[in-house]
């Protein structure tokens, strides 16, 4: 089955880092860029990170660069997203989703809450 | 930054045709793209390049681009394409992408 599955949110304190992981299965992950977006409760998408296949262009939404670090191991399928020095403001349920003309394939998201 | 602006909501009656604008800030504009996200589920792609239709998406749903603008249109709307529908660009490089704010449809 083709699909992306997310994992690695949580809460976590103001300040604090997590790291989010996204795996691929069910196509040639390696021959796809990718993408992280999330969504803070009740609000609308926010694109936050791009890498491109062979993770050299690497691209981040103003709001989290030089906070958050995008990377991926094409030979564990796995793209990932380092979180630091999060803010409240930072709570939102993350999406990896797969890149191409047009998104087709994301995952189901996983939740980070940042919160004292 | 490039912004993407949407109505905030869209009303409709079902049966009737519910067309949801997107207006780019600046040219020149990239490919557009649209989803439909419902509460508690993520995204899915109804439109890509600004009026192709990826497979399994009902023939219904249409898009169309002019200047800086671009329209998804849905035809005939039924009670379960009530959702929150999203356009998407990128700015003039395609290195920085932007999903409008989101628009609410309503079936009444």
């Known amino acids: 089955e083709v699909q992306l599955v997310e994992s690695g949110g949580g809460l976590v304190k103001p300040g604090g880092s997590l790291r989010l992981s996204c795996a691929g299965s069910g196509f040639t992950f390696s021959s796809y860029n990718m993408n992280w977006v999330r969504q803070a409760p009740g609000k609308g998408l926010e694109w936050v990170s791009s890498?491109?296949?062979?993770?050299?262009?690497?691209y981040y939404a103003d709001s989290v660069q030089g906070r958050f670090t995008i990377s991926r191991d094409n030979a564990k399928n796995s793209l990932y997203l380092q979180m630091n020095s999060l803010r409240a403001e930072d709570t939102a349920v993350f999406y990896c989703a797969r890149g191409g003309s047009g998104w087709y394939l994301w995952g189901r998201g996983t939740l980070v809450t940042v919160s004292s | 930054s490039y912004e993407l602006t949407q109505p905030p909501s869209v009303s409709v009656s079902p049966g009737q045709t519910a067309r949801i604008t997107c207006s780019a800030d600046a040219l020149p504009k990239q490919y557009a793209y649209w989803y439909q996200q419902k509460p508690g589920q993520a995204p899915v792609l109804v439109i890509y390049?600004?009026?192709e239709r990826p497979s399994g998406i009902p023939e219904r749903f249409s898009g169309s681009s002019s200047g800086t603008a671009v329209t998804l249109t849905i035809t005939g709307v039924q009670a379960e394409d009530e959702a929150d529908y999203y356009c998407?660009?990128?700015?003039?490089?395609?290195?920085?992408?932007?999903f409008g704010g989101g628009t609410k449809l309503t079936v009444l």
């Open positions: 890498i491109s296949s062979r993770s050299n262009y690497i």
């Open positions: 998407q660009s990128a700015d003039s490089r395609g290195t920085y992408w932007v």
């Open positions: 390049k600004d009026s």
